[in-house]
Nanobody, 119 residues
Framework: QVQFVESGGGLVQPGGSLRLSCAASGSISGIYIMGWYRQAPGKQRVLVATITNGGRTNYAGSLKERFTISRDISRDNAMNTIQLQMNSLKPEDTAVYYC?????????WGPGTQVTVSS
């Protein structure tokens, strides 16, 4: 069983920045790729960015220009924490952000963290 807890969301003005964090616990030692997902109101959850335990990253569309995913590695080489630095935020970034495995996400999602970009 794997658990995820996201934090760091909030209300920010357009052009602002936020840094999200995700704490993963449980049977995480076998996970080699983690990801951030987001779900905007009335839309499906989509993948935003992924990172491997080797540090290789990938981003959806042009988000690489504004978002940066990173990870911490535990002593047993497990990704126990991942972050998402979001800069130059736009209203269309408003969503609930979740972390999970970057491929074939687990069924048990965390509560997510709300990001609202509004003036």
């Amino acid at each position: 069983q794997v658990q995820f807890v996201e934090s760091g969301g909030g209300l920010v003005q357009p052009g602002g920045s936020l840094r999200l964090s995700c704490a993963a616990s449980g049977s995480i030692s076998g996970i080699y790729i983690m990801g951030w997902y987001r779900q905007a109101p009335g839309k499906q959850r989509v993948l935003v960015a992924t990172i491997t335990n080797g540090g290789r990253t990938n981003y959806a569309g042009s988000l690489k220009e504004r978002f940066t995913i990173s990870r911490d590695i535990s002593r047993d080489n497990a990704m126990n924490t991942i972050q998402l630095q979001m800069n130059s935020l736009k209203p269309e970034d408003t969503a609930v952000y979740y972390c999970n495995r970057g491929i074939s996400p687990y069924a048990n999602w965390g509560p997510g963290t709300q990001v609202t970009v509004s003036s």
